[in-house]
């Protein structure tokens, strides 16, 4: 039992922020930007969600808020970067100091409890089943991840999605068949910052408050998360835009496992991320290694 | 104007400019390309055979002159309707596919949106059955899953020519696509290239393969420094065939040099 509960721990945080791993990998890998917008689609999710439910605001209507808050950000980096030629990262940069004033003026301080609300993570409640208390969230999230999971791999494979992949692997490419490499930029990345913003709500509400620090750290533990990931799935017999998809669940499941044990273990919570930045350094290291040794297999993209 | 031509280019000039460097790479350029006809453009490198494709395909603006597509006005029209009139095949392979695509991902985004006469086909292309009989059909002996990125450099320039062969547009630029291909990637890349024209499609192939260009295309011009400095019909091959070409304010060479 002493194991079991840092693995129960692990698993709820993973599938917490699996939505910000997501978001970020697929930006990174499938449309080609390197997106720092998540730093501030997450806080700033989460902040618009606790006022919102804090005015008594239903929770279906405050997610969705939320979600459309942070796609705003991505949409905006995009913008930024496709109009005025922006590089990828100062767009992002820019977009994150205007959510971390946005979410502060939001909600008026540096943090909103959701305490005396509930949470609807904890609920045990669904639709007359009775879920067992102690794993209610985890069976809600799972279920909640297996639905945008899938349907995420479903838009990726159709011809819109085929054409948001092309415009981020090749933009050249995607403009001579008729595509907006630009638009394609904008709703990639509003995507992307929607499911981020989606990990900042859930986030929020499973530990009872929004905090303007939430976002802090997020971008290497999405790195950490996308590299571990990449590294534990196989990746033949799957599509590459499924791959990375796939990976980027996993990735989050087992990063916060381990860092789950690694706290349970006696790691000072104040180490977690130089040990974060080790564990990214350790898995880019162990993979140089291997395509050194002429062992890179043949859906390698690198 | 002759409103029969597919591609109309009146006076057309290009000039570079870095670092207060002027380059002039186009001067004075006329030229008139009925639809469905096969035009090879040779010349030395640095002729401004790549500006003018790259202006015909949109990738730079027109500075001064006129150059009308289909009739149309190219100056101000929108990439969408540009990329309907005309496709250009990169001399570089990874310039004309995306890597993180597979090869029937790249069919099925080519194959234009069902709609009139295209839609069977179109459709057609969606099914990786389809798409395998079209690879096989076309000499390309990978499989519709497989990641461009794993592609060889031929793989993916004879993969960008058959995308182009699946667009819509009426007009095809080529940009020395053999270039960098082996004697069977070659033939089978003259072998789209035939079957493209045959369809009636506009052809402008730039090559350094003058006999290619001779036996192959239904008229051969040459750039000498900007100007066009041969056009040849090969209907006729003799001398006669040579049209003296209308005096250019920059005349580099000769007007009535052959090769």
């Known amino acids: 039992m002493t194991w079991l509960t840092p693995i129960e ?60 808050v942070g796609s705003a950000c991505g949409a905006m980096t995009a913008w930024i970067h496709t109009r005025f030629g922006v590089n990828k990262f100062l767009a992002g940069i820019l977009v994150v100091s205007v959510g971390y004033t946005l979410t502060l003026r939001l909600m008026d301080g540096p943090n909103v409890s959701l305490l005396q609300s509930g949470s609807v993570l904890r ?36 011809r819109y999605g085929i054409g948001l992949r092309a415009a981020g692997s090749n933009p050249g490419f995607a403009q001579a068949i008729g595509l907006s490499p630009r638009i394609a930029a904008v709703i990639g990345l509003a995507l992307c910052n929607s499911m981020a913003a989606l990990s900042g709500v859930l986030q929020a ?27 534990v799935v196989p990746r033949r017999s799957i599509s590459y835009f499924g791959f990375v998809v796939i990976a980027a669940v996993a990735g989050s499941l087992v990063y916060h496992v381990i860092l789950a044990i690694a706290v349970r273990a006696g790691l000072a919570p104040t180490d977690l991320r130089l040990a974060t930045a080790l564990l990214v350094l350790m898995v880019v290291t162990g993979r140089w290694a291997r395509d050194n040794e002429g062992l890179m297999q043949p859906g390698d993209l690198r | 104007m002759n409103q029969s031509a597919m591609i109309q280019v009146r006076a057309l000039c290009h000039t570079y400019e870095r670092w207060g460097l002027r380059t002039s790479a186009l001067r004075d350029v006329r030229l008139d390309v009925r639809g469905g006809e096969w035009v090879a453009l040779t010349g030395a490198n640095g002729s401004g055979k790549s500006t003018l494709l790259k202006l015909l395909a949109g990738l730079l603006p027109v ?52 709609d009139g006469s295209a839609a069977a086909k179109s459709r057609e292309l969606q099914r990786p059955q389809a798409q395998g009989e079209f690879l096989e059909a076309m000499k390309l002996d990978v499989a519709p899953s497989q990641l461009v990125a794993t592609l060889s450099g031929g793989q993916r ?31 089978a890349c003259a072998h789209t290239l035939r079957m493209l024209h045959s369809s009636g499609r506009t052809l402008l192939l730039v090559t350094h393969d003058v006999g290619f260009a ?27 065939d040579v049209t003296p070409l209308r005096q250019s304010r920059h005349p580099a060479v000769p007007a009535t040099q052959v090769f």
Not at chain 1, 30 to 49: H, N, Q, R, W
Not at chain 1, 132 to 149: G, Q, Y
Not at chain 2, 217 to 233: K, P
């Open chain 1, 9 to 68: 721990i692990g698993l709820v945080q993973g599938l917490l922020m699996a939505g910000a791993v997501v978001g970020f990998a697929v930006a990174f890998r499938l449309f080609g930007f390197p997106d720092l917008t998540i730093e501030a689609s997450v806080p700033l999710a989460a902040g618009t969600y606790a006022v919102l439910t804090q005015l008594g605001i239903p929770a279906a209507v405050g997610v969705i808020t939320a979600v459309t």
């Open chain 1, 123 to 158: 609920t045990t409640e669904v639709a007359g089943l009775s879920l067992p208390e102690r794993f209610a969230p985890l069976l809600l999230l799972l279920l909640l991840w297996s639905l945008i999971t899938g349907a995420l791999l479903r838009l990726l494979g159709t």
């Open chain 1, 205 to 231: 509400d499973y530990q009872g408050f929004a905090d303007v620090g939430s976002g802090q750290g997020v971008l290497v533990l999405a790195l950490a998360a996308m590299a571990l990931g990449e590294a």
């Open chain 2, 63 to 114: 500075q001064t002159g006129e150059v009308q597509i289909a009739g149309q006005p190219w100056a101000g029209m929108p990439m969408r309707r540009r990329a309907s009139l005309v496709y250009l095949v990169h001399q570089d392979p990874m310039a004309g596919t995306a890597p993180a695509l597979t090869v029937g991902e790249h069919l099925a985004l080519a194959a234009p949106p069902a």
């Open chain 2, 157 to 187: 320039q004879l993969l960008a020519l058959l995308v182009a062969s699946l667009r819509p547009a009426p007009v095809i630029l080529l940009d020395e696509p053999m270039a960098a291909l082996d004697a069977d990637r070659t033939e």
């Open chain 2, 214 to 240: 001779q036996s192959s295309a239904d008229r051969t011009i040459r750039l000498e420094a900007g100007c066009i400095a041969l056009d040849q019909t090969h209907t006729q091959p003799s001398v006669s």
